[in-house]
């Protein structure tokens, strides 16, 4: 069964608007964390963002922020203000105890000018 | 802190063929990651380690890849007997142990199976 789902495979946004990517997840372990990774198609893999399980805030970093929903297990990744550098694949991932990052398939975005 | 290291950076072999890649990952992290990426799509788990210990392995992953990590620093992956469809980016990575401890990736080994 897929453990992490991005509905959406591919995305557009305009410069200087924000623009949300999905994800859901399914695990019946208490305790996990939940990652964004961005990939430029130099082919690098970017770390963006965490929010772990526990956390009772939204996970913030500078234009990220991830908009938590645990009840409906979805765990979205907002990008405020794209810029032409944004355009990449990002993917969602998610670490449980003592297993290994299992990554969804991605949601390339391109941001228009 | 320099990185999380993979070599070769690509591979061009025969099917039938047996490949090595090599990875050398952030000498203070102690976990060790290996995945393989295909175009499109996202990285998929092969295997872990923490320390020399190999404590994961795909169960999708066929017996002609193995994976070592003897000493706790680099680790070794091969693959025997290379079919066509092993050709794929194969990526590193390495981390802390312990939540939240995001991995670092290396560049990755491009592999080409003729």
């Known amino acids: 069964a897929q453990k992490i789902t991005q509905t959406q495979p591919g995305m557009f946004v305009q410069e200087k608007e924000a623009v949300t990517l999905d994800c859901t997840y399914d695990?019946?372990?208490?305790?996990?964390?939940l990652f964004w990774y961005k990939q430029p198609s130099s082919g690098e893999m970017i770390f963006l963002i965490y929010?772990?399980?526990?956390?009772?805030q939204n996970a913030t970093e500078g234009r990220y922020s991830l908009n938590f929903q645990k009840a409906r297990k979805s765990a979205n990744l907002v990008i405020s203000a794209s810029q032409l550098g944004d355009s990449a694949m990002y993917f969602c991932a998610m670490r449980e105890r003592r297993r290994a990052l299992t990554f969804g398939s991605g949601t390339r975005l391109q941001v228009q000018p | 802190d320099t990185g999380v290291s993979q070599n070769p950076r690509h591979k061009i072999t025969k099917r039938g063929q047996n490949v090595t890649f090599r990875c050398d990952p952030i000498s203070e992290h102690n976990r060790l990651y290996w995945y393989r990426q295909t175009l499109g799509q996202g990285p998929e788990f092969l295997t872990y380690?923490?320390?020399?210990?190999?404590?994961?392995k795909s169960r999708l992953l066929s017996d002609r890849f193995s994976a070592e990590r003897p000493k706790g620093s680099f680790s070794t992956l091969e693959i025997q007997r290379t079919e066509q469809g092993d050709s794929a980016m194969y990526l590193c990575?390495?981390?802390?142990?312990?939540?939240?401890?995001?991995?670092?990736f290396g560049n990755g080994t491009r592999l080409t199976v003729t």
């Open positions: 695990t019946s372990d208490p305790s996990y964390g």
């Open positions: 990575a390495s981390s802390p142990t312990g939540l939240p401890s995001p991995l670092h």
């Open positions: 380690f923490q320390n020399e210990a190999q404590l994961e």
């Open positions: 929010q772990g399980s526990y956390d009772q």
